[in-house]
Protein backbone atom coordinates (compact mmCIF):
# COMPACT_ATOMS: atom_id res chain seq x y z
CA UNK A 1 0.00 0.00 0.00
CA UNK A 2 1.42 3.41 -1.06
CA UNK A 3 1.52 6.43 0.96
CA UNK A 4 -1.22 7.78 -0.72
CA UNK A 5 -3.27 4.29 -0.55
CA UNK A 6 -3.02 4.38 3.66
CA UNK A 7 -6.16 5.15 5.63
CA UNK A 8 -6.54 8.77 7.25
CA UNK A 9 -5.14 9.41 10.39
CA UNK A 10 -2.75 6.12 9.75
CA UNK A 11 0.76 5.50 9.98
CA UNK A 12 3.16 4.85 7.70
CA UNK A 13 5.17 1.07 8.59
CA UNK A 14 8.93 2.22 9.43
CA UNK A 15 11.71 1.75 6.94
CA UNK A 16 14.99 -0.37 7.43
CA UNK A 17 16.47 2.51 9.79
CA UNK A 18 13.49 2.44 11.72
CA UNK A 19 13.29 -1.20 12.52
CA UNK A 20 17.33 -0.86 13.27
CA UNK A 21 16.50 1.88 15.71
CA UNK A 22 13.60 -0.15 17.56
CA UNK A 23 15.89 -3.32 17.47
CA UNK A 24 18.64 -1.03 18.88
CA UNK A 25 16.79 0.59 21.95
CA UNK A 26 15.49 -2.83 22.31
CA UNK A 27 18.56 -4.34 23.13
CA UNK A 28 19.88 -1.40 25.21
CA UNK A 29 17.02 -1.80 27.20
CA UNK A 30 17.30 -5.72 27.86
CA UNK A 31 20.97 -5.20 28.83
CA UNK A 32 19.68 -2.57 31.62
CA UNK A 33 17.00 -5.00 32.50
CA UNK A 34 20.08 -8.11 32.70
CA UNK A 35 22.73 -5.85 34.26
CA UNK A 36 19.65 -5.07 37.08
CA UNK A 37 18.57 -8.52 37.48
CA UNK A 38 21.91 -9.90 37.84
CA UNK A 39 23.73 -7.02 40.13
CA UNK A 40 20.04 -8.32 43.02
CA UNK A 41 21.44 -11.89 42.20
CA UNK A 42 24.98 -11.12 43.01
CA UNK A 43 23.61 -9.24 46.50
CA UNK A 44 20.15 -9.12 47.56
CA UNK A 45 18.70 -5.66 47.60
CA UNK A 46 18.51 -3.66 50.28
CA UNK A 47 21.54 -5.11 52.12
CA UNK A 48 23.89 -2.41 50.64
CA UNK A 49 23.42 0.42 48.48
CA UNK A 50 23.49 0.16 44.85
CA UNK A 51 26.14 2.31 42.35
CA UNK A 52 24.97 5.31 40.53
CA UNK A 53 24.04 3.36 37.63
CA UNK A 54 20.94 1.96 39.30
CA UNK A 55 19.76 5.27 40.41
CA UNK A 56 20.27 6.36 36.90
CA UNK A 57 17.73 3.83 35.68
CA UNK A 58 15.44 4.52 38.72
CA UNK A 59 15.09 8.04 37.15
CA UNK A 60 14.34 6.78 33.87
CA UNK A 61 11.98 4.51 34.97
CA UNK A 62 10.11 6.96 37.15
CA UNK A 63 9.98 8.98 33.94
CA UNK A 64 8.91 6.50 32.04
CA UNK A 65 6.45 4.38 34.03
CA UNK A 66 3.55 6.98 33.19
CA UNK A 67 3.84 6.42 29.61
CA UNK A 68 4.09 2.78 29.78
CA UNK A 69 0.94 2.42 31.75
CA UNK A 70 -0.79 4.85 29.52
CA UNK A 71 0.57 2.39 26.61
CA UNK A 72 -0.29 -1.02 28.37
CA UNK A 73 -3.61 0.12 29.95
CA UNK A 74 -4.87 2.77 26.79
CA UNK A 75 -5.63 5.09 29.33
CA UNK A 76 -4.80 8.34 29.96
CA UNK A 77 -3.43 8.47 33.31
CA UNK A 78 -1.55 11.92 33.20
CA UNK A 79 0.64 12.11 36.04
CA UNK A 80 -0.94 9.96 38.49
CA UNK A 81 0.69 7.17 37.94
CA UNK A 82 3.69 9.11 38.23
CA UNK A 83 2.15 9.92 41.76
CA UNK A 84 1.48 6.49 42.66
CA UNK A 85 5.13 5.15 41.88
CA UNK A 86 6.58 8.44 43.95
CA UNK A 87 3.89 7.30 47.05
CA UNK A 88 5.48 3.98 46.59
CA UNK A 89 9.16 5.28 46.84
CA UNK A 90 7.89 7.49 49.90
CA UNK A 91 6.38 4.42 51.58
CA UNK A 92 9.29 2.32 51.17
CA UNK A 93 11.64 4.86 52.91
CA UNK A 94 9.43 5.49 55.52
CA UNK A 95 9.15 1.31 56.12
CA UNK A 96 12.93 1.45 55.85
CA UNK A 97 13.20 4.19 58.62
CA UNK A 98 10.36 3.03 60.62
CA UNK A 99 11.81 -1.00 60.33
CA UNK A 100 15.62 -0.92 59.90
CA UNK A 101 16.65 2.76 61.05
CA UNK A 102 18.19 3.77 57.65
CA UNK A 103 16.98 4.76 54.47
CA UNK A 104 18.37 1.83 52.54
CA UNK A 105 16.80 -1.41 53.36
CA UNK A 106 14.73 -4.42 51.61
CA UNK A 107 11.20 -2.35 51.24
CA UNK A 108 12.67 0.41 48.73
CA UNK A 109 15.15 -1.55 47.39
CA UNK A 110 12.76 -4.35 46.46
CA UNK A 111 10.07 -1.34 45.09
CA UNK A 112 13.15 0.17 43.10
CA UNK A 113 13.84 -3.21 41.69
CA UNK A 114 10.64 -4.26 40.50
CA UNK A 115 9.83 -0.64 38.76
CA UNK A 116 12.94 -0.71 37.14
CA UNK A 117 12.54 -4.37 36.18
CA UNK A 118 9.09 -4.28 34.86
CA UNK A 119 9.40 -0.65 33.11
CA UNK A 120 12.53 -1.96 31.22
CA UNK A 121 11.15 -5.26 30.72
CA UNK A 122 8.47 -3.89 29.01
CA UNK A 123 10.19 -1.97 27.06
CA UNK A 124 12.57 -4.37 25.62
CA UNK A 125 9.84 -6.93 24.51
CA UNK A 126 7.79 -3.70 23.28
CA UNK A 127 10.85 -2.74 21.16
CA UNK A 128 12.19 -5.61 19.89
CA UNK A 129 8.57 -6.69 18.52
CA UNK A 130 8.12 -3.11 17.10
CA UNK A 131 11.52 -4.27 15.24
CA UNK A 132 10.42 -7.17 14.26
CA UNK A 133 6.69 -6.68 12.57
CA UNK A 134 7.53 -3.08 11.52
CA UNK A 135 5.23 -1.44 14.11
CA UNK A 136 4.41 1.94 12.96
CA UNK A 137 4.72 4.73 15.39
Do not use: K, N
Amino acid sequence: MSQRERAPGSLPTPGPVGRAARFVLGVVTAAVFAAVVSAHVATPPGSDIPTWLFFVAVLLAFRLVGDIVELSLRRPWGAATRAVAAAGIAAGVVADVAVYGRWWAPPLAWYLFLLVEVTFGFLAVSFLAAAVLAAPG
